[in-house]
C-alpha cells in the first residue's frame, strides 16, 4: 500500500522560506509524476507543482520562479522550496501521485504572516 507524508510546514513571515517534503513508501515505481497541491481557507485544493521520475517540472504561474520542486528517488521522498513567501501562499500543503492519486494524506499547514 502506498503512503505520502508531508512535513515541513509552519509560520513564516512575508519574504521568507520554507522547505517542506514528502516521504513516500510503498509501491511508488507505477507512478512517475509525484505533485505538491494547497488547499487555501475556503478555496478549491490546486495543483502547485509536478517533478516526473526524469526531472521534468512544472510549475503554477502563481509560484513559478519562487518555488522549485525537485524529488530524491533514492530517498523516496519529494521537496517543494519555497521562497519570498507571500500572505496568498497560506494553505494546507499536500503530495500526491500526478494526474491520478492516491487518498489524500493531512497535509502540512504553511501560514506565511506577519
Known amino acids: 500500500q502506498v503512503q505520502l507524508v508531508e512535513s515541513g510546514g509552519g509560520l513564516v513571515q512575508p519574504g521568507g522560506s520554507l522547505r517542506l517534503s514528502c516521504a513516500a513508501s510503498?509501491?511508488?515505481?507505477?507512478?512517475?509524476?509525484m505533485a505538491w497541491y494547497r488547499q487555501a481557507p475556503g478555496k478549491q485544493r490546486e495543483l502547485v507543482a509536478t517533478?516526473?521520475?526524469?526531472?521534468?517540472?512544472n510549475y503554477a504561474d502563481s509560484v513559478k520562479g519562487r518555488f522549485t520542486i525537485s524529488r530524491d528517488s533514492a530517498k523516496n521522498t519529494m521537496y517543494l522550496q519555497m521562497n519570498s513567501l507571500k500572505p496568498e501562499d497560506t494553505a494546507v500543503y499536500y503530495c500526491?501521485?500526478?494526474?491520478?492519486?492516491?487518498?489524500w494524506g493531512q497535509g502540512t499547514q504553511v501560514t506565511v504572516s506577519s
Open positions: 510503498g509501491r511508488i515505481f507505477n507512478f512517475n509524476v
Open positions: 517533478v516526473s521520475r526524469g526531472g521534468s517540472t
Open positions: 500526491n501521485f500526478y494526474p491520478t492519486g492516491i487518498a
